[in-house]
Nanobody
Framework: HVQLVESGGGSVQAGGSLSLSCEASGFTYTRYTMGWFRQAPGKEREGVACFGVYGAVHYADSVKGRFTISQNGAWDSVRLQMNSLNTDDTAMYYC?????????????????WGQGTQVTVS
């Protein structure tokens, strides 16, 4: 079965950096959208950054220029480097696969989620 396992996250002061990693397994196809969503308390889950199936990268406007998504080329690992963090970035971050990755990053009916990892900026 599909598994997405996140690592990284934690607490940092405003202006600092953190990185998140996600390892994927169990997919029966070789390429799929992969990326990150986040959900702050009291807010809806939002797409942050993603790779499309042909490698195109998309970011939410709120993180452009600060966050960088990368993957290992084998479509089983994705990383999110987060720089210049601010308090608005505080949220639970979720690795995801199989969603709509474009100018809008949004879930699909077939989306797979990781368990989430907390990022707290103070």
């Amino acid at each position: 079965h599909v598994q997405l396992v996140e690592s990284g996250g934690g607490s940092v002061q405003a202006g600092g950096s953190l990185s998140l990693s996600c390892e994927a397994s169990g997919f029966t196809y070789t390429r799929y959208t992969m990326g990150w969503f986040r959900q702050a308390p009291g807010k809806e889950r939002e797409g942050v950054a993603c790779f499309g199936v042909y490698g195109a990268v998309h970011y939410a406007d709120s993180v452009k220029g600060r966050f960088t998504i990368s993957q290992n080329g084998a479509w089983d690992s994705v990383r999110l480097q987060m720089n210049s963090l601010n308090t608005d970035d505080t949220a639970m971050y979720y690795c995801a696969a199989g969603f709509y990755c474009g100018s809008r990053i949004r879930p699909s009916d077939n989306i797979h989620w990781g368990q989430g990892t907390q990022v707290t900026v103070s």
